[in-house]
């Protein structure tokens, strides 16, 4: 069994994180959950501070504080996923958004890694003191959805997205029953070595 990590990105994964979102464009797929990595392309060392800007920013309209993690596969040392954990909401945010963005690498898909990279943000964000987390994702996007629902989220609300022509759903999850009803499932597959 393949055991994964988060990792705060640094230096040492400059090369692996520009390939991850070139994977994305080679496969036409959408890019969610990357901290706008997308737009730093040539300027990882620039993304790394804005990473850790991005932590402790006050929030406003525009930006809330956030937290950005690498998925990492223990064996190969490769980054399969990342994720994007919004502390606090804004308005906008509120409104569509939600507490959590990710992605999986498209060669990595399917795999069952997502499952256990919204695990591991649910447990960054029990230690955070989040008691609900909000996540959205269109109806037809049944990876994420059945990722949602796989930790125990719940349908809250469901709304037809004019500009996008798609529906869009809103699912609530209770971070520490989440955590406590998965972790015989997920805990297994974590690797225990810090990376
Ligand atoms: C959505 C995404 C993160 C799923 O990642 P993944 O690693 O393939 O997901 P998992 O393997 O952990 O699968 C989670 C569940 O979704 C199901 N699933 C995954 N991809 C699926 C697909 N294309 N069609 C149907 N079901 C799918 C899995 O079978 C699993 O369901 P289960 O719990 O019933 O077994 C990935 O497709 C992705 O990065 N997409 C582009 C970015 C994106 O859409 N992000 C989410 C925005 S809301």
């Known amino acids: 069994m393949e055991r994964l990590i988060h990792v705060r990105p640094d230096m ?11 994977e994305h464009y080679a496969y036409n797929s959408a890019i969610n959950g990357v ?20 932590r402790v920013m006050v929030p406003n309209e525009e930006r809330v504080p956030a937290e950005t993690y690498f998925l990492v596969r223990e064996s190969d040392n490769r980054i399969v996923g990342m994720i994007n954990i919004r502390l606090v909401l804004n308005e906008r945010l509120q409104k569509s958004g939600g507490h959590i963005g990710y992605s999986i690498r498209p060669s990595e898909r399917q795999k069952g890694y997502n499952k256990i990279n919204l695990y591991l943000a649910l447990k960054r964000c029990q ?17 994420s959805a059945k990722t949602m629902q796989a930790l125990g ?3 809250i609300n469901e709304w037809y997205d004019e500009e996008e022509e ?27 070595r810090r990376l």
Do not use: H
């Open 166 to 192: 798609e529906t869009e759903q809103r699912y609530c999850i209770n971070v520490n029953e989440s955590v406590m009803n998965y972790q015989d499932i997920y805990e297994p597959q974590i690797s225990k």
């Open 12 to 22: 040492s994964y400059k090369e692996d994180a520009i390939a991850y979102i070139n």
């Open 153 to 155: 989220g719940v349908l």
């Open 35 to 54: 901290g706008g990595l997308n737009r730093y392309l040539d300027d990882y060392e620039g993304w790394l501070e804005k990473l850790a800007a991005d």
């Open 127 to 143: 230690e955070l003191g989040l008691e609900n987390v909000l996540l959205d994702c269109y109806k037809n996007n049944l990876g």
